[in-house]
């Protein structure tokens, strides 16, 4: 009784619009799946301002349903009403959100990633409640596209031009023909962009995934690159291949054994070789990330999800996390025999880390 009487009504109500907010923001989430998986908002870019009927005949969905999402989605700002035309169309800027693949502000892999997590919510619910781990493979498709798909403008903007550049003594060698390894690969956008930028050079791209390496295989023949082989294979078994460069893009965190696996990593390199690893942005000290990182709580979310279950699948089982912020990282490197490593660069979702025997 008295704890009712001690509780605030107005930060109640603030918590409840909170909430009630993010509420409707998966909802719109969903809208936003339909949206792009219909080719809706394709449809809308290519139209401009456009009636009902023919935005539906040009993305050929039913009528009496676009209706509806249009509302919805114009309620949440995502698409925009003109309520003296009757028309409804995308901004440039809503375009560069939701339609625009090209775009690095395009939304939609990340919101793939989201309700690829909703669509096996029992597979979430069992891993939680009993704690066993939850192989990489035991997600919906949308996990794997997803992911490629969130991650992929980041390294199209900032690998070539920022990441290897920041990394002492690398990038020429690269240039001049070197020895590369992607280990964790998953659909292989980083070793295709390495192995189009470094024509001399040679990628082997590794992950235990096997649909994942066959939809990265995919993808190179398209492009028609002959430095680039994928292999299925575990990070722990990368042959001692002296690589110049050996490197993991956003999955390190994943891995059962990280610390065995970058101590056996740092076997195959050559005697100068780099261990680059690419991590999510994170600050260090768990109350300062959550207090001063606006993504952490999404990122403990896919942690809780996806990234603890998946190293809790292996051997070892550590269970590091997305978040574990520079210093614990550098930390791991250290006792997996690194003796020279540094935090190389930083943007907005990534830290990137260079250990050197
Ligand atoms: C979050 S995804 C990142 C994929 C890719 N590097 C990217 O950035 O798009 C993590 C990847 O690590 C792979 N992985 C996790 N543990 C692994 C291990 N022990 N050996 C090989 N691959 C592993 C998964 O199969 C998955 O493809």
């Known amino acids: 009784?008295?704890?009712?009487?001690?509780?605030?009504?107005?930060?109640?109500?603030?918590?409840?619009?909170?909430?009630?907010?993010?509420v409707a923001g998966a909802v719109a989430i969903m809208m936003s799946y339909i949206g792009d998986q219909t080719g809706v908002y394709q449809a809308m870019d290519k139209l401009g301002p456009a009636k009902v009927p023919a935005i539906a005949k040009e993305a050929e969905v039913d009528e009496r349903y676009l209706k509806e999402w249009l509302?919805?989605?114009?309620?949440?700002?995502?698409?925009?009403?003109?309520?003296?035309?009757?028309?409804?169309?995308?901004?440039?800027?809503?375009?560069?959100?939701?339609?625009?693949?090209?775009?690095?502000?395009?939304?939609?892999?990340?919101?793939?990633?989201?309700?690829?997590?909703?669509?096996?919510?029992?597979?979430?619910?069992?891993?939680?409640?009993?704690?066993?781990?939850?192989?990489?493979?035991?997600?919906?498709?949308?996990?794997?596209?997803?992911?490629?798909?969130?991650?992929?403008?980041?390294?199209?903007?900032?690998?070539?031009?920022?990441?290897?550049?920041?990394?002492?003594?690398?990038?020429?060698?690269?240039?001049?023909?070197?020895?590369i390894a992607d280990i964790g690969c998953g659909l292989g956008t980083s070793s295709i962009l390495m192995a189009e930028q470094y024509p001399n050079s040679t990628i082997h791209a590794f992950d235990f995934h096997g649909p994942s390496i066959e939809e990265a295989k995919k993808r190179a023949e398209e492009k028609g690159l002959s430095n680039l082989e994928f292999?299925?294979?575990?990070?722990?078994?990368?042959?001692?291949?002296?690589?110049?460069?050996a490197c993991i893009f956003d999955a390190w965190h994943d891995m059962g054994d990280p610390v065995g696996i970058a101590s056996s990593i740092k076997d195959t390199l050559a005697k100068d070789g780099t261990f680059m690893v690419v991590e999510p942005m994170a600050l260090d000290g768990f109350a300062n990330n959550i207090a001063n990182n606006p993504a952490s709580g999404m990122m403990y979310g896919f942690g809780?999800?996806?990234?603890?279950?998946?190293?809790?699948?292996?051997?070892?089982?550590?269970?590091?996390?997305p978040q574990a912020g520079p210093n614990k990282l550098m930390e791991?490197?250290?006792?997996?025999?690194?003796?020279?490593?540094?935090?190389a660069a930083e943007t907005t979702n990534n830290l990137v880390l260079q250990a050197r025997a």
């Open 1 to 22: 009784m008295n704890e009712q009487m001690n509780v605030d009504h107005e930060k109640v109500m603030a918590l409840f619009g909170n909430v009630f907010n993010d």
């Open 71 to 179: 509302a919805s989605n114009a309620a949440r700002g995502y698409v925009t009403f003109d309520s003296e035309a009757e028309e409804f169309s995308l901004s440039p800027e809503q375009a560069c959100v939701f339609a625009r693949e090209s775009e690095p502000t395009c939304i939609q892999g990340l919101i793939q990633g989201v309700v690829g997590q909703f669509a096996k919510e029992d597979v979430a619910l069992d891993v939680f409640k009993t704690g066993r781990g939850r192989p990489w493979g035991e997600h919906h498709d949308c996990c794997f596209c997803g992911t490629e798909r969130f991650f992929r403008p980041a390294y199209a903007g900032h690998l070539l031009n920022e990441w290897i550049p920041a990394l002492e003594g690398v990038e020429e060698k690269l240039q001049m023909g070197a020895k």
């Open 231 to 245: 292999y299925v294979s575990d990070a722990a078994a990368i042959p001692k291949n002296e690589y110049d460069l």
């Open 304 to 321: 809780t999800l996806v990234c603890v279950p998946a190293s809790k699948a292996q051997s070892v089982g550590l269970g590091l996390g």
């Open 332 to 343: 791991l490197l250290g006792e997996a025999g690194f003796g020279n490593v540094n935090l």
